[in-house]
């Protein structure tokens, strides 16, 4: 090591030192949590019992208070107890949970009560887990909510996420094992997302989400908060308790080599967002990232240690053994051979090899390249480690063959040329460079080319014999009277037709059905004619009628097209008579088609229906059970055979109303008892006739007292 690149590391050693030296007083002297209520710490570091018997409240709260302008990531490790959710008074029923909370108050509030450890803090933010059901307000099973100012209540306007948006929040949580909890703030969305698991996973799907100011709506415009997690048991009793893990821990790749880019990756586990990283490699070097990659320059046995710093002052730390192993020597042969030939590569210096060029694994291999080229092979040691060499493999060219063909006519005699070698012989039999064969058709002829070193190439020369020219023409066409047609013809540079005309493409507008005829020369002067015919087809008179003149809206009526034998209507249907069901005055058109030989020609026609409104509804928005207006209804006239459909629901989403009988209506009543006087949402549905299009609408209608 240069002197230079010595004193920066023997300084990069001592910052680190230093750093560490400031971490390690600060672990000494930090004390992040305190238990406030019944809530003792327990043996197992991080982690702290809230209730183990009757009448308990107790909480654990970080002394360190965040800052919610600022994101933030915890998880922990809930555990409920394992006495079940019985009935009040029974010696073995469970409760009553435990809730994580925010408040700016500080690390002595305990809950009241039996409020799932929440009750009476305020102003505060509460994710409430509760495990009995006492109140009139909570759901048959144990349950997760989000609240605020330590009111657990569901139904009240404290409550800020009820139960039911609850995804995937199992329906007893006192067995007795543990459960991981993570809460993630997020201040620029202003979202909290609540995830709940089991002991080792938690799901990729927010268990409950909530998106609000919470610090200007709950804080009053204060975003430092402590946060804890508090607990109580009421008239029963479980063991609840809650754990802050920090464990310091590491992977790195399975082989290490020298000179090769070695990834260490933290798997580090901490309740609170680590502040710090330290990795000392062993080798005299050091890493503050989270993630390092290192070069390790000699082989030999290295002790890796990472230590981690958490928000909470907890320190953790960890030693691995990381074995660097040489590469190998690896040395390959270089031949030279002639194009088409092929040469043995053999790698030696490892264990195993590959080849790049698709030549895969093996220490010798066989190759054949026509240009001069070189291959890779990797070598690999027992212990892993990798080196490379390079063959290069020289390939001497084949001649470079040049060949003068020939173009003639049917009968003539063609001249061939040969160069770029030695020696020559033809497919004739001929060896000069120079023959003239007389083809009857097109011929490639084949001559073998020997190079002065030797090497052999083939190649060959074509002679091109022209026949009369082969001829095409438009096919027969099938026009409408009075349209014209492009016919073309292909095969020639000279064309004469037998209307006069001489260009490739003509058009044409005969009245009668008409042969035309073409004479074609191309470019050798060779003749040959053809010809085609054009067939005219008259065009169709299309006609609508319809089976009434007048229909009530929403029913049907028959409309039938004719004067062809293809339709298609401006409704997409394709046959000659359509059903319709027209709400409005509608006009439909019809495109009718007359077709033969491949040719349609087409015309349309237009018919205006008109549509008359037999139906009228009204649907009131406020009744009272008694007097004249005492059934909540839809009145009106309507078409026989009409479908009905009529719910009613109150604030909460409950169904308390259902019928599909137009003679019944909602009399205020729930299972034969009076409801209260407010605001419900109906849902109606009503077809009139034969209509195909429902009327659906979704209102509000207030029961007046």
Known sequence: MEKGMYIISEIYKKVFFLFFLILISLKLNAQQYNAAGTAVAMSTSGCYQLTNTTGQAGAVWNIYMINLNQAFDITLTLNFGNRPDLYYGDPLCGADGMSFILQPLNTGTVGVGSGVGFHGITPSLGVVMDTYHYN????????????????????????????????????????????????????????????????????????????????ANIFSGNPNVFWGVGGSTGGCWNVQTVCIKTTSNFTADSSSCVGDSVHFTDNSVSGLPIQAYMWDFGDGTYSGLQNPTHIYNNPGTYNVTLEIFNSGGFFSGITHQMIVHPKPTVVVNSPSICIGDSATLNATGAATYTWNNGLLSGAVKKVAPIITSSYIVTGVSPFGCVNKDTSLVTVNPLPIINTIGDTICFGDTATLFVSGGNNYLWITGDTLQTIYPIPLFTTNYSVVVTSINGCIDSSFATVLVNNPPILSITSPVSICDGDSAILTVNGGVIYQWDNGLTSQNISVSPSVNTVYSVEVTDVNGCKNDTSTSVTIISNPIAVISADM???????????????????????????????????????????????????????????????????????PNAFVPIGVNKIFKPIGNFSEGTEYYLVIYNRWGQLIFETYNFDEGWDGTYNGKPVQAGVYVYYLRMRFGNQKANFERTGKVTLVE
């Open 136 to 215: 009139p307000t909570d759901p048959p099973n144990q349950h997760i909510s989000i609240n605020k100012n330590g009111d657990e209540l569901h139904g009240t306007t404290n409550e800020l996420v009820p139960p039911s948006a609850a995804i995937g929040f199992p329906a007893n949580i006192t067995d007795g094992l543990d459960h991981l909890f993570r809460l993630v703030w997020n201040p620029t969305t202003t979202t909290l997302k609540v995830f709940f698991g089991n002991a080792t996973t938690l799901p990729t799907t927010p268990t409950l989400s909530y998106t609000g100011n919470i610090v």
């Open 549 to 619: 003149d007048t229909v009530c809206s929403g029913n049907p009526i028959v409309l039938t097209a004719s004067g062809g034998n293809t339709f298609l209507w401006n409704t997409g249907e394709n046959s000659s008579s359509i059903t319709i069901y027209p709400i409005n005055n509608a006009t439909f058109n019809c495109t009718v088609y007359n077709s033969a030989n491949g040719t349609t020609c087409s015309n349309s026609a237009v018919y205006a229906v008109y549509a008359e409104n037999c139906n009228t509804l009204y649907i």
